[in-house]
């Protein structure tokens, strides 16, 4: 089993930034790659970025040149660096972290980027 829990989100204004910060326990060697998701309201959760347990990344192409995904060692704690954000990323965030049997998700931070 792996327990995942987010944190981090908040209310900023356009052009401002914000770090989540995503930590797994439990089974953490099990863990292959972790990613962060995205659903704003009335629309499906979307992928935003992937860390691999080796390291690779990939961003979506709405949020390549701003936010970057990074972990402070081998796979824990996970980080979304977000910068000039834009309303549109309004969203609540959701970490997951995926092993060869299943993925585990966190409840998710809302994120609002409003003036």
């Known amino acids: 089993q792996v327990q995942v829990v987010e944190s981090g989100g908040g209310l900023v204004q356009p052009g401002g930034s914000l770090r989540l910060s995503c930590v797994v326990s439990?089974?953490?060697?099990?863990?292959?790659?972790m990613g962060w998701y995205r659903q704003a309201p009335g629309k499906q959760r979307e992928l935003v970025a992937t860390?691999?347990?080796?390291?690779?990344?990939n961003y979506a192409d709405s949020v390549k040149g701003r936010f970057i995904i990074s972990r402070a060692n081998a796979k824990n704690p996970v980080f979304l660096q977000m910068n000039s954000l834009k309303p549109e990323d309004t969203a609540v965030y959701y970490c997951?972290?995926?092993?060869?049997?299943?993925?585990?998700w966190g409840q998710g931070t809302q994120v609002t980027v409003s003036s």
């Open positions: 439990g089974s953490i060697f099990s863990i292959r790659a």
């Open positions: 997951n972290a995926g092993t060869a049997a299943r993925t585990y």
């Open positions: 860390i691999t347990s080796g390291g690779s990344t």
